[in-house]
């Protein structure tokens, strides 16, 4: 039986994807994780998306802010930097012809 592979598919967009998910604005992780499951993507867990949205902080492309709740534990909320609105386009744009190459490739195995 062939090994299901996009667990490792994944991995190499997935910080695209998240920039992606904050262009309607600034979000959580929870609700990033749930807007990327309802994409059709899986379940992204904790200790895959938050060292992400760390990493992604670092290299100014998302802001955070830390906002104390009311009721139950604070959020973090994420949002695009200027440079994360550059990147993603300018990344995203590679990512769709990289696609498209893909895309080629596989027509060729009649893959449907």
Same mark, same amino acid.
């Given at each position: 039986?062939?090994t299901d592979r996009r667990a490792s598919w994944l991995?190499?967009?997935? !910080?695209?994807?998240?920039?992606?998910?904050?262009? +309607? *604005? +600034? =979000?959580?992780?929870?609700?990033?994780?749930?807007?990327?499951a309802g994409a059709g993507l899986g379940q992204i867990? *904790?200790?895959?998306?938050? @060292?992400?949205? =760390? /990493?992604?902080?670092?290299?100014?492309?998302?802001?955070? $802010? %830390? /906002?104390?709740? +009311?009721?139950? @534990?604070?959020?973090?909320?994420?949002?695009?930097? $200027? +440079? *994360?609105?550059?990147?993603?386009?300018?990344?995203?744009?590679?990512?769709?012809? %990289? !696609? !498209?190459?893909?895309?080629?490739?596989?027509?060729?195995?009649?893959?449907?």
């Amino acid at each position: 039986m062939a090994t299901d592979r996009r667990a490792s598919w994944l991995k190499g967009v997935l !910080d695209l994807l998240v920039l992606a998910s904050l262009t +309607e *604005g +600034e =979000n959580y992780g929870y609700e990033i994780a749930k807007t990327l499951a309802g994409a059709g993507l899986g379940q992204i867990r *904790g200790g895959t998306l938050y @060292p992400v949205l =760390n /990493r992604l902080e670092e290299a100014g492309l998302v802001a955070a $802010e %830390f /906002r104390a709740t +009311e009721r139950g @534990p604070g959020r973090r909320y994420y949002s695009l930097t $200027e +440079e *994360g609105h550059r990147t993603l386009e300018e990344q995203g744009r590679l990512w769709l012809a %990289f !696609d !498209d190459s893909v895309r080629a490739v596989l027509s060729k195995g009649k893959i449907e």
